[in-house]
């Protein structure tokens, strides 16, 4: 499985970014999608999580009611709409996949996604 990202970039505070995942290899819907973030000097941190077929989506707290996660199974590509950016946002955002053996597990914690792309540098300015 190989996962490219890729939308990153500068924007000011307010702003709106999308990010995309392409998604390489074994059929898509047989994986479970997520995003992660990391800022500098802290550790990778979940930001928002889908199903394999899209049917179920989860967010961490910090970016509810402003992020949307989404997926295009016939794209192999899955999305982050960021609206309403903030300086605390700025990180480098990764995508992670996990097998649907995984259902059940932590949708949460980086260790449960053995995939990752090599990320995307978002950078919001005040």
């Known amino acids: 499985v190989r996962l490219v990202e890729s939308g990153g970039g500068l924007v000011q505070a307010g702003a709106s970014l999308k990010l995309s995942c392409a998604e390489s290899?074994?059929?898509?819907?047989?994986?479970?999608m997520a995003w992660f973030r990391q800022a500098p000097g802290k550790a990778r941190v979940f930001v928002s999580f889908?199903?394999?077929?899209?049917?179920?989506?989860s967010y961490a707290d910090s970016v509810k009611g402003r992020f949307a996660i989404s997926r295009d199974i016939a794209k192999n590509t899955v999305y982050l709409q960021m609206n309403s950016l903030k300086v605390e946002d700025a990180a480098v955002y990764y995508c992670?996949?996990?097998?649907?053996?995984?259902?059940?597990?932590?949708?949460?914690?980086?260790?449960?996604?053995?995939?990752w792309g090599q990320g995307t540098q978002v950078t919001v300015s005040s």
């Open positions: 992670a996949a996990r097998p649907i053996s995984f259902t059940g597990h932590s949708t949460t914690f980086p260790s449960y996604y053995p995939y």
């Open positions: 889908i199903g394999s077929r899209g049917e179920h989506a």
């Open positions: 290899g074994p059929t898509s819907t047989n994986f479970e």
